[in-house]
């Protein structure tokens, strides 16, 4: 029984990794058609350190690069097109986005989704807007169908799409990253809950890779 177990858990990493190494760099593209560079996160300094443990957690769990974090520089105002072509498939592509106007709430939606086989093209685009916070979560799942959603998602369209993240926090160690969240009852009366990452993560469908990309409006 414990060999075909580790049979199994041999196979599935391989699975992931393959599934990572075809997993395309994601481009985001001016309206003028130039590429924005990507440059990646700085994780120095202990008010990272909750986001540097759970990056770290992801890696060891999954494989070394399973969440990546990168920020951009965009000017406000100007339109963004984030696109890959899968080289293997199928995956569902999910964009969520983290989104804070001064003096209001901080929302998080879901942004686009979709399913997508070998070869296919997934694009998004947003408007850079000058916000106290801005970050897209990207995730990629080895999903079997269009139709297959993670229970997150599922709990998402419940919400219209989007829900209040009122804030951060962590554990007396800062080795967790944790959501304060607030969304709706069936009576729509509005009920708040904390999850932490690795909750959030449990949550997906075979999960491949997160990408975070924080925006630096100018």
């Not at 001016?30 to 440059?39: A, F, M, R, T």
């Not at 999954?62 to 520089?73: A, I, R, S």
């Not at 969520?96 to 901080?106: C, G, P, T, V």
């Not at 999903?143 to 951060?168: M, T, V």
């Amino acid at each position: 029984m414990k060999r075909i177990t580790y049979t199994f858990l041999i196979i599935f990493l391989f699975s992931m990794i393959s599934f990572a190494q075809f997993f395309p760099k994601i481009e985001l593209i001016s309206s003028e058609g130039k590429n924005i560079p990507l440059d990646v996160e700085n994780l120095s300094g202990i008010k990272n350190r909750p986001l540097l443990k759970t990056k770290e957690h992801f890696d060891q769990k999954y494989y070394d690069g399973f969440f990546l974090l990168y920020k951009v520089k965009a000017e406000v105002g100007s339109d963004v097109l984030g696109k890959y072509t899968l080289e293997r498939g199928p995956l569902r592509i999910t964009v969520y986005e983290i989104s804070k106007e001064f003096d209001s709430l901080r929302m998080i939606r879901v942004l686009a989704t979709g399913f997508y086989t070998k070869g296919s093209g997934f694009e998004f685009r947003t408007k850079i807007r000058e916000l106290e916070e801005h970050i897209f979560f990207i995730t990629a799942e080895a999903a079997d169908s269009e139709a297959q959603l993670n229970p997150l998602l599922d709990y998402l369209h419940e919400q219209s799409d989007e829900i209040i993240l009122r804030g951060y926090s962590s554990n007396l160690s800062l080795s967790k990253l944790k959501f304060k969240l607030s969304g709706k009852d069936e009576m729509k009366r509005e009920v708040e809950f904390t999850k932490n990452f690795d909750w959030l993560v449990s949550q997906l469908k075979n999960p491949v890779r997160i990408i975070s990309i924080r925006v630096e409006a100018q």
